[in-house]
C-alpha cells in the first residue's frame, strides 16, 4: 500500500466516523423532540464542537493530501468528494443543533395534535433513512443507494410544502398555540435541509465512483 492509498483510506474512516455522529446528532434530536428530553436536546448541542474539530481536521488532511501527493483521476476525485461530503455532514449536524434549541425553547413537551398535523414524526423516519443510506453508499460505493437517497428527497420536500399549508391554516384559524406550530415548522424546514445535505452527499458519492456531475443533472443519468 501505497503513502496515499493509506492516506485514502484514512480520511475514509474519518468520514465514516463523521456519518456515524452526524446520524446519532439526528436521532438524538428526533428523541429529544418526541420525549421532550431537554437533557439530551442539550447533549446534541454540547456534541456539535467535537463534530466541528473533526470537520477541521477532516479538511486538514483532505488539503495536505492534495498538496502532498498531487492525485489524479479516481483518487482525486475521492478527495475532492471528501471535502464536500464532510461540508455537508457538518451542516446536518448543524441543523440536528437547531432542533435541539427549538426543543428547549418551547418549554414544554409538543402538542401530539400539531406532531401528527405536521407528519413530524414520517419526516424523522426519512430523514434518518437518507442518512443511514448515504451512509451505506459510501462505505461499500454503492452508486444504485446513493440514487435511491434523491427518491426520498421526493418525500421530505412533500412534507414541508404540506406543512406550509398547515401553517398557513393555523394561522387563519388564530389558534392560540403559536409557538408551538412556528416551532414545529422550523424543525420540519430543518429536516428538509438535511434530505438535501444528504442529497449532496449523495451526488459526491457518485461522482467520485462514476466521474458523473450530477448537481446540475437528472439523479438517473
Known sequence: MTHLDSSIHQLKESL??????VRMQVSKCRDAYARFDT???????SNEKHINALE???????ENMLALFNPVAVDLRFILAALKINTNLERT?????GIARYVLDLGKPFSEEIQKDYEVEEMFRVAIGMVDDATEAFIHEDTALARKVFQKDDLLDAINRKATQTTLRYI???????LHYLN???IIRKLERVGDQTKNVGEEIIFYIEAKVLKHGSPNQ
Open 184 to 186: 414545529t415548522m422550523s
Open 16 to 21: 465514516i466516523e463523521m456519518h456515524r455522529l
Open 39 to 45: 437533557d439530551l436536546a442539550r447533549e446534541v448541542i
Open 93 to 97: 449536524s448543524d441543523n440536528a443543533e
Open 56 to 62: 477541521l481536521k477532516i479538511d486538514r488532511d483532505c
Open 172 to 178: 387563519a384559524e388564530n389558534r392560540p398555540d403559536s
